[in-house]
């Protein structure tokens, strides 16, 4: 990063201070507003050495998500705050003196799909970065892209771990700071000795379960599971798997159900009288995203686990919220995903102005060791994984569609994506 003497900020104007203490509060403390460094300490033929799209004005990136298709329950949430993020970094001044330019395109659920485009924006548009992807499924469809033509992801979804790639930034939580410090949870405070594992059909999922055995059955010594079912992206029909439920009398429901599939679940269970009044449910993919589907008298009394949610009572959560409901109503709601969405631009900035260039090679090298102090779910650090230190917490759901938190790890979790044992 340049020397203080170089970056001594412009006097704002009376709207630029506006925007500051509306939307701003939420950004890192490092990020300095109204700043022009193009064609001064970083002209273009410095800070893009690569042939990406980055000009005297400007710096495109792209945003790979499922606007469309039974992800997009889930998704949108992320496209909104990567978009609020880079405009309040765009009302900052941009990056290095660039204002930064988004290519959105449409993943539709499809994994083909988001190979297809993640190729698209690496080869044909330039982009400097992406933000992108909700499922394993669609990181593992992209990684290849990305790891060939030296693209970089910056990825916000919780996820199963078991991965480590020079060419993603994980945002989200891996395995020990969401899977097992949950289970860990439900043993000691809910007394959970059997567990019923529900998921998706799909890689993340069927991992994060699989460890979720592993912690219960061995590692941890928790118990025993009594049932295990998987059901295709876009399942509506619970039945079944509800009687199976009321036959093994589980002491925990342990869900991974994503998307659109939440919707018909969680209905279903209180069709057929399993509620948070008499069965304990945790679950790894509800957050206030799927619960504006999934309507709060269905899911109240169940527990999530995540590491963000939006009733944290903070400064920066709400600066944050604030700036959101601005900008897309006041009726939107933010999921863990979500803000962890929102941490993805901000990140790319810093390691990007420590960098002094754009260059992946070195945005990359630069990348650990960066502290997000104004975090809305609080201070995170990048580790030199890739992946983040950061809180693990449980919420219950309420009928009103909101989230109580009631558990909360007591310093930041290192991120281990790689546990001994769960392989």
């Known amino acids: 990063m340049a020397d203080k003497k170089d970056t001594i900020p412009a006097p704002l104007t009376d709207e630029q201070r506006r925007k500051v203490l509306l939307g701003m509060a939420a950004a890192p403390a490092l990020m300095v507003p109204g700043v022009s460094f193009a064609n001064a300490q970083f002209p273009t033929a410095k800070v893009n050495t690569t042939k990406l799209a980055v000009t005297d004005t400007e710096v495109i990136v792209g945003q790979l998500h499922s606007a469309t298709g039974t992800m997009a329950i889930s998704e949108t949430g992320s496209i909104q705050a990567e978009q609020l993020a880079i405009d309040q970094i765009n009302a900052m001044g941009g990056i290095l003196g660039r204002k930064i330019k988004v290519i959105k395109e449409d993943g539709a659920s499809d994994w083909p799909t988001f190979a297809e485009k993640s190729k698209k924006l690496l080869v044909n548009d330039k982009v400097a970065c992406v933000f992108g992807c909700w499922t394993s499924a669609s990181r593992k469809a992209v990684l290849p892209v990305f ?12 996820y199963e771990g078991l991965e480590q790639s020079k060419n993603v930034i994980y945002t989200g939580q891996e395995a020990t700071q969401q899977i097992i410090w949950g289970l860990d949870w439900a043993s000691k405070e809910k007394k959970a000795k059997t567990y019923f594992l529900i998921g998706s059909d799909y890689i993340w999922p069927r991992t994060s379960m699989k460890i979720a055995r592993k912690h219960i059955e061995s590692v941890g010594k928790l118990g025993s599971v009594v049932g295990e079912e998987y059901y295709p992206l876009g399942h509506t029909n619970f039945n079944s798997l509800i009687n199976k439920i009321k036959v093994a009398k589980p002491d925990c429901i342990f869900a ?20 948070g009044v008499k069965q304990f449910l945790l679950t790894l993919s509800v957050t206030e995203d799927e619960m504006l589907g999934v309507g709060g008298e269905n899911f109240a009394g169940f527990y999530s686990s995540m590491k963000y949610f939006q009733s944290l009572d903070n400064a920066n959560n709400k600066a944050f919220v604030e700036a959101f409901k601005k900008a897309y109503g006041p009726k939107s709601v933010i999921g863990d995903v979500t803000q962890a969405g929102y941490l993805g631009p901000w990140l790319w900035k810093a390691a990007v102005e420590k960098a002094g260039s754009f260059d992946v090679d070195k945005v990359v090298a630069a990348s650990p060791g960066i502290e997000l102090k104004s975090a809305p779910e609080g201070y995170v650090k990048l580790h030199e994984n890739h992946h983040l230190w950061s809180k693990a917490r449980i919420a219950q759901g309420m009928p009103d569609g909101t989230f109580k938190v009631v558990a909360e790890s007591g310093e930041l979790i290192e991120p281990n994506p790689f546990p001994k044992g769960y392989q």
Do not use: D, M, R
Request: charged share 15%.
């Open 256 to 275: 991974a159900v994503v998307g659109g599939s939440n919707v018909a679940f969680y209905k279903q269970l209180k069709a057929a009288g399993i509620t």
């Open 147 to 158: 790891e060939k033509e030296n693209g970089l992801l910056y990825y916000p979804t919780f």
